[in-house]
């Protein structure tokens, strides 16, 4: 939406900018488990981790 608000009407952009939450810190409020990922090659080890844990686990990923 962002991107056809700054397209279609001279760059003014309107209720297009969201808040994204920290994954991680939620999931420490509710005692489970919270991995931030910024690479791909953080993918494998953290999944293998998650998998491996009887915890409840969030995994943030964030690639481009």
């Known amino acids: 939406?962002?991107?056809d608000h700054m397209k279609n009407y001279n760059g003014r952009v309107i209720g297009t900018e969201l808040f994204v939450?920290?994954?991680t810190k939620l999931a420490s409020l509710y005692d489970?488990?919270?991995f931030s990922l910024t690479g791909k090659e953080e993918l494998k080890p953290v999944f293998e981790q998650a998998l491996a844990s009887d915890e409840f686990v969030v995994v943030d990923v964030k690639l481009d």
């Open 1 to 3: 939406m962002k991107r």
């Open 21 to 23: 939450l920290d994954l």
């Open 32 to 34: 489970a488990k919270g």
